[in-house]
């Protein structure tokens, strides 16, 4: 009796640890419970064991290793101005300001190119998901272009990216994406809400205002948007993803 | 003279330091690097949470939510009942990215790539840093175009710019 008592512990305090160090085999950072969420303003995202990096104009592969240690194992020159990097099941969505580039991590030390959408000269994070990649590109002084908008790409089995759909926007910046649900942070133009469930007739459901937003990261934890806005955080209840309901902010 | 000074630009010119004019350095007010040492760049610490100065970007892990303060640190709050509640600063200068899984922070300290070990949040320990593997080409250019002092990178890293008066100042873009 002890010995199975012995064995249901040891499997209990393994199975702990996976959770701490993540067993997952896919690497997929969705699926492992330990790593985070970033925003879609990132340069910095885990994937797996893996951190990847992207500086001005390269995206760096680092294992991360379980004494906190990294090993830089692989660097991909991409080109100028790259600015976000999003991770989605086995793609690496990476946004510059010439263009939406897609790499695959079939090998995770080595991304590999997979397809591109060149666009307007403009600041562009990215999103994904299912088979939809959702880019906003901004005008501006530091972006350059005249464009501010959010373009919507079919991205699967395909060599290149289908642009889909584009909505005009008043300067958007970052972007989340819960379910059908898309927010579109557009600066002080609010956050925009648009139902994505048939992508390519996406349509604006609402708009939250008060607040110049930045990016925003639907969060599972607490059924909560968390909103960087102009001055700090701004959180959102999305028990209904539709209907973002004010909850706190950090200001 | 001149042409010293010429050459002495030319020469910073072609090694992507600093733009110049022609003209003899001047003396007044100009933007004056401030500089913090190569070890107090790299003094990371747990610190009590701080009010948000410049929000940067945002993270979640577990029941946190991160905020970066722009080439300072990181603002932890803990998320209780959908409010986040400021819990620490972490003190990071140059931060302006963060990711984390498990116990272990990642986060950029200037061109630097350290792992800081957040399971006590009021004591991270750096685990591991990345030397010069970062490069956001940030320009060590003062706010305003015109005169400046030039950065002398033997007295640390630039953080900051302040106008100062009577300097001479050679360097201008």
């Keep these: 009796m002890k010995k199975v008592i012995y064995t249901i512990l040891t499997l209990v305090s393994l199975a702990s640890l996976c959770g701490i160090t993540s067993c997952s085999k896919d690497g997929y950072s969705e699926m492992s419970p330990s790593t985070g969420t970033g925003g879609s303003l990132a340069r910095f995202t885990i994937s797996g064991n893996y951190l990847y990096a992207v500086d001005q104009n390269a995206l760096k592969t680092y294992r991360t290793n379980t004494d906190g240690s990294l090993n830089h194992v692989s660097t991909v020159v991409l080109g100028a101005d790259i600015e976000t990097i999003y991770p989605y099941k086995d793609k690496l969505f990476i946004g510059s300001r010439e263009a939406m580039y897609i790499y695959k991590l079939n090998n995770p030390e080595l991304p590999e190119f997979e397809q591109m959408a060149s666009h307007v000269r403009a600041c562009d994070p990215v999103v994904a998901k299912d088979n939809y990649a959702y880019v906003t590109v901004r005008s501006g002084n530091t972006c350059g272009g005249t464009v501010n908008a959010l373009y919507i790409y079919q991205v699967d089995n395909l060599n290149y990216p289908q642009l889909l759909n584009t909505y005009s926007l008043h300067g958007p910046y970052g972007l989340g994406i819960k379910d059908n649900t898309l927010y579109v942070c557009d600066g002080a133009g609010g956050l925009r809400i648009f139902d994505v469930s048939n992508p390519s007739g996406a349509t604006l459901t609402g708009t939250r205002a008060g607040y ?38 950090t200001f | ?155 640390g890293i630039v953080v900051g710019w302040e106008k100062k008066n009577n300097i001479e100042a050679t360097c201008k873009y």
């Design chain 2, 1 to 155: 003279m001149k042409k010293k000074i010429l050459s002495l630009c030319l020469l910073g010119m072609s090694i992507g330091l600093f733009s110049c004019n022609r003209g003899a350095p001047i003396q007044g007010t100009v933007w004056v690097p401030k500089y913090l040492s190569k070890s107090e760049a790299r003094d990371i610490r747990s610190k009590p949470p701080q009010a948000v100065s410049s929000g940067g970007k945002i993270y979640a892990w577990q029941d946190f939510v991160f905020q970066l303060e722009s080439n300072a640190g990181i603002h932890v709050y803990k998320l209780v009942d959908q409010k986040p509640q400021p819990y620490k600063f972490i003190q990071v200068y140059g931060a302006q990215e963060l990711s984390i899984r498990g116990n272990y922070l990642y986060t950029n300290n200037f061109t630097d790539i350290v792992t800081l070990d957040i399971s006590n949040m009021d004591q991270v320990l750096v685990k591991s840093r990345v030397e010069n593997t970062f490069a956001l080409g940030t320009s060590t250019l003062p706010p305003q175009q015109g005169f400046f002092q030039c950065v002398d990178t033997t007295k």
């Design chain 1, 212 to 249: 110049t937003f930045y990016d925003c990261i639907p969060y599972d934890y607490d059924n909560v948007l968390i909103c960087m806005v102009d001055g700090g955080m701004v959180i959102y209840d999305i028990s209904n993803p539709q209907d973002p309901v004010f909850q706190s902010q």
